[in-house]
């Protein structure tokens, strides 16, 4: 996707196929952050025996998530088996400490830790009959009204 989004300081990244949920984009300066955005659909259905089921939804950028200021996720929980329901999301955050260059943005599902006892796993669907949008966009916070803290 890189072509496409070229050297511009802000990209929107379609997403089609559920298998690659990702927005490539070139960084051009060191000292400026990353807004990141995903918009979409996201359903959890409990398949467990006991509790509830979680999962976990975040970025990743160039292989890693975000620290500074901190992880950009969402989390959801449920406890019903019969509900199929898809809800809308939309996921927001900016990250600090990205260097200039290709960055790789992923939007990725995974477990989450009650910090006692693991949830199950249960079943996630990510983007369903929708399409799903990944923006990610080069902020430079001297000169705008964002304050990150």
């Given amino acids: 996707m890189l072509e496409l989004c070229g050297l511009h300081v802000r990209c929107q990244c379609p997403v089609l196929l559920l298998s690659s949920q990702s927005?490539?984009?070139?960084k051009?300066?060191?000292d400026t952050v990353l807004r990141v955005v995903w918009n979409g659909n996201l359903r959890l259905i409990h398949t467990g025996p006991r509790g509830g089921s979680a999962r976990r939804w975040f970025f990743t950028i160039n292989g890693?998530?975000?620290?500074?200021p901190r992880t950009i996720d969402t989390q959801l929980h449920v406890r019903d088996s019969d509900s199929n329901t898809h809800r809308p999301a939309y996921v927001?955050?900016?990250?600090r400490g990205v260097a200039a260059g290709d960055v790789y943005v992923?939007?990725?599902v995974g477990d989450i830790s009650s910090g006692q006892s693991r949830y199950n796993v249960g079943d996630s669907y990510t983007g369903w009959a929708a399409?799903?949008?990944i923006i990610v966009e080069?902020?430079?916070?001297?000169?705008?009204?964002t304050v990150i803290v």
Wanted: with cysteine; net charge negative; charged share 45%.
């Fill in 23 to 26: 927005c490539d984009f070139v």
């Fill in 106 to 108: 992923t939007w990725n």
């Fill in 28 to 30: 051009k300066r060191d």
């Fill in 131 to 133: 399409t799903v949008r």
């Fill in 92 to 95: 927001e955050g900016y990250c």
């Fill in 138 to 145: 080069e902020v430079d916070v001297d000169s705008a009204d």
């Fill in 64 to 68: 890693k998530e975000c620290s500074d």
